[in-house]
């Protein structure tokens, strides 16, 4: 009888209530809400040693949508560069640290560096009892489910990380006035070499997930990747970018998935459209496993809300078994066994003795309400049966009121809900013929919104009123049935921890093989080389209209620092980015831009890239640069991938070319992959001394007008063998440009007059003419060594200790001039 009245108010809801204010109070799980999921959520706790473990740096973060501890400690330089990394990484919400961090007159160097940073994120002191490793350890044997319960073998003597987590456990559960339930949480240990380092200017700088421009748009790498369906899916995403994989098998098994799902059309529009429908699973279990420290009426509508999320999440897992059933490679099986435990099942089983089998997540407040209201079976309590049928009768009542409202005055009025206004009244103006051109005066609150009035009147008011009270009232009964069948499933619950990394992996694979069907991506390998061919930007292909001019890569362990130089414009700064954002994309398991590609496993990936001053940090061009560069010479190894973009622009020619020098110098010390572009022609005869560099230049066509008499620059952006033969193509640029001809006349005569007062100083002073033999000499040497049988080692000898003699010879300011003075 209940169900019966139940379906007929449901009906008769739906059929009046023509407007209603769609309102999610849950994450929706369009691609469109994206930004929303990305929000700071985070919050970390960060401790450091003191004495002599002074940069013994221990963490630990929790994510408020996502029930999952993450603890790390690591040994960090003086810099902290691993530490601000990683807090950049998680975009904290809020920082804590201990007080004795910054007791006055006596601030440690690492909260300075933390506040100076992140100077938008909540930053919170607590006392220093707070960060003890004891009660830490007590709180993950207390917390963490049995199926995590490995990692207190990991974390037992990593005092740091404990003591992290005691604070921020503690701290969480004070804010959020709840507790954890025992067991309840995901608690896991991230060493920091399981994945690759990119720091958080090199983020910036390639536009992982914001670009200079506009941190709106899509056109980031991020952007590119991202047709998740979940905000799991695309929080996974999002973190995957910043921290790719180092493992080449685990990258292989994803890889395999995608070949899979792009090799099998069923298969991802079977597994796309149940992925779709899952709602925010980590969410949902974060607050699952919370209990509120009080009873309130927004706590119960909550759990039930909750309730109804998780008999919906859980109606999902048959699908998603079915879609992955005939699934052949490894991971995807793995995922479909992993969906075969007997928990989902159990769980849904109780949840469905108590929870009516049609109640069901819909969107709309008023949807979600009626879903809440009739959530528990009928006659589980006598009670609850009665006040619902009460809430029937005034709905009824309602709906019959507006009915009379609008044969009374004529007027086509339409019975509305919103969940801030509750019951109201709307009509169409341009329907409604209103007498003195004026709503009758029992109407109040009128609003105008384009053609609809908005109002409501004194009885309706009441009748709203009356309608909440008997709501809260079923709530609350409802809730004391829900908290019951909640305590009776939690035993079961953790299953739900491989159900959300099952969906938001999945989401993420299918994600690039999406990508990859839009655009002609090839499967990454995986070798000792970096071999990318026709190859071209993702993001470039994005935003323009015709698809960008790929090129080839080669970098190997013997020719392992390419110097790429070309005119302004000619796609330097383009191809860099290109390759270390194929290289993420491989890294994570993605397929790539480009014909054929080959990776080398990069650990850390590091650009300097751009010529922008830092206001934030008071850095002046010049400054930001040598931070950049410092940080990668202080960081970088024999398997990073470093790209660097221009050095040594912000300060005068000489100074730049020398820093230039010494920096690859230094790097070329490195078995690490390198690309560095610049416009100091002088750095390309480096190759002549150290057999490892290799040059290459961006072409450039020159075009005559038909009259013959101008010349315009054509950018062909074809990557090419050797060093750029252009000469002053700062001025050819500047034609293009919008500068007045007046001036760029000037500057060519000015430049001329330059270029010939400096070569008939070089040519004249005996320095210069002996500085010149012995570069001939050396350039003839290195020539002659390398025709010769001499194998790698002995000519590496004999190069270095040429180069030191020319090195003394031959200082730098003058090392690399030839005889028109380049
Ligand atoms: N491979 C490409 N295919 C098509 N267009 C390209 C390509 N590479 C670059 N471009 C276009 O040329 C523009 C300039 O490229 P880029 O900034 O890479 O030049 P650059 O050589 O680094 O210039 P500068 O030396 O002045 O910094 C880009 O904004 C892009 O629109």
Not at 690 to 709: D, I, K, L
Request: proline residues 3%; charged residues 20%; neutral net charge.
């Amino acid at each position: 009888m209940l169900g019966d009245i139940r379906t007929y108010i449901v009906h008769s809801i739906m059929n009046w209530v023509i407007t209603i204010n769609v309102y999610y109070c849950f994450t929706v799980t369009s691609s469109s809400a994206v930004s929303a999921h990305l929000v700071a959520s985070v919050i970390v706790a960060v401790v450091e040693g003191r004495g002599l473990a002074r940069g013994e740096v221990g963490m630990a973060s929790i994510d408020l949508k996502n029930p999952e501890v993450v603890l790390s400690q690591f040994a960090d330089n003086t810099t902290y560069a691993k530490v601000i990394t990683k807090l950049k990484i998680l975009t904290p919400l809020e920082i804590i640290m201990s007080n004795t961090a910054c007791d006055t007159g006596n601030t440690t160097k690492l909260f300075s560096l933390i506040t100076e940073n992140f100077k938008n994120v909540t930053f919170t002191t607590v006392q220093r009892k707070y960060f003890n490793e004891t009660k830490g350890l007590e709180y993950i044997e207390q917390l963490c489910t049995s199926e995590f319960g490995t990692v207190l073998m990991e974390v037992q003597s990593k005092y740091y990380c404990l003591a992290a987590a005691a604070a921020l456990l503690k701290y969480v559960e004070f804010i959020q006035n709840s507790v954890y339930a025992p067991k309840s949480l995901k608690v896991r240990f991230q060493g920091s070499e399981q994945t690759a380092m990119i720091d958080s200017s090199s983020a910036q700088n390639l536009e992982l997930l914001t670009n200079n421009r506009d941190s709106r748009n899509g056109h980031t790498l991020f952007g590119v990747l991202n047709y998740t369906k979940t905000p799991g899916g695309s929080r996974r995403l999002r973190s995957n970018i910043l921290e790719p994989l180092v493992d080449a098998e685990t990258i292989n098994t994803r890889l395999d998935c995608v070949q899979e799902l792009l090799q099998d059309e069923e298969l991802f529009f079977s597994l796309q459209a149940v992925i779709s429908r899952f709602l925010d699973t980590e969410q949902l279990l974060s607050i699952l496993v919370q209990f509120p420290k009080q009873d309130t009426v927004k706590a119960a509508e909550s759990k039930i809300t909750n309730l109804i999320y998780l008999k919906h999440t859980l109606e999902l897992v048959d699908p998603l078994k079915t879609a992955l059933k005939s699934c052949k490679t490894h991971l995807l099986k793995a995922y479909y066994s992993s969906l075969e435990d007997k928990r989902f099942g159990i769980i849904l089983e109780k949840i469905k003795t108590v929870i009516n089998d049609d109640t069901r997540y819909t969107k709309g407040c008023l949807n979600m309400r009626t879903q809440k209201c009739y959530a528990v079976r009928p006659n589980i309590n006598e009670f609850l049966d009665i006040a619902r049928r009460t809430y029937t009768e005034i709905v009824d009542d309602i709906a019959g009121m507006i009915t009379q409202l609008g044969e009374k005055y004529n007027l086509p009025l339409k019975l509305s809900f919103s969940s801030a206004r509750g019951f109201f009244i709307q009509m169409n103006a341009e329907c409604a013929v209103l007498p003195n051109g004026q709503l009758p005066s029992e109407f109040t609150k009128i609003t105008k919104m384009k053609n609809a009035y908005s109002f409501t009147s004194a009885d309706l008011i009441k009748m709203n009123e009356r309608s909440q009270e008997s709501l809260r009232e079923i709530y609350h009964m409802t809730y004391l049935i829900v908290c019951k069948l909640l305590s009776e499933i939690y035993e079961h619950i953790h299953c739900l921890y491989k159900l959300s990394d099952t969906v938001s992996m999945l989401d993420m694979l299918l994600s690039f093989a999406h990508a990859c069907t839009l655009s002609d991506y090839v499967r990454p390998e995986f070798t000792d080389t970096l071999a990318i061919k026709q190859g071209w930007h993702p993001i470039l292909e994005k935003i323009s209209v015709e698809k960008p001019i790929s090129n080839n890569t080669y970098i190997t362990e013997g020719s392992n620092f390419i110097i790429i130089t070309g005119p302004n414009m000619s796609g330097k700064s383009t191809y860099l980015k290109q390759i270390a954002l194929c290289q993420i994309m491989a890294q994570i398991g993605s397929y790539v831009p480009a014909e054929y590609s080959s990776f080398r496993i990069a650990e850390q990936i590091f650009t300097r890239i751009g010529m922008d001053d830092d206001i934030e940090t008071n850095s002046s061009t010049f400054m930001k640069e040598m931070k950049e560069i410092t940080y990668i010479i202080q960081n970088a190894n024999d398997k990073s991938l470093i790209i660097i973009d221009e050095l040594g622009r912000g300060t005068s020619t000489e100074e730049g070319i020398g820093i230039c020098y010494s920096v690859c110098e230094y790097l070329l010390t490195l078995k690490a992959f390198t690309l560095f572009a610049t416009h100091f022609l002088e750095l390309c005869h480096i190759d002549a001394l150290y057999p490892n560099v290799e040059n290459n230049h961006f072409e450039v066509q020159h075009v005559r007008n038909s009259a013959g008499n101008k010349e315009k620059i054509t950018y062909t952006y074809i990557l090419s063998k050797g060093h750029t033969e252009e000469k002053n193509y700062g001025l050819k640029a500047a034609e293009v440009s919008s500068l007045p001809p007046s001036i760029i006349l000037d500057a060519k005569e000015i430049t001329t007059h330059i270029a010939r007062q400096i070569l008939q100083k070089q040519r004249t002073t005996p320095e210069t003419l002996r500085q010149r033999a012995v570069y001939h000499l050396a350039t003839r040497l290195v020539q002659t060594a390398r025709n010769s049988q001499l194998d790698p080692e002995s000519l590496r000898i004999f190069l270095k200790g040429l180069k030191k003699k020319y090195e003394a010879d031959c200082p730098v300011s003058g090392q690399a001039q030839t005889e028109d003075g380049q």
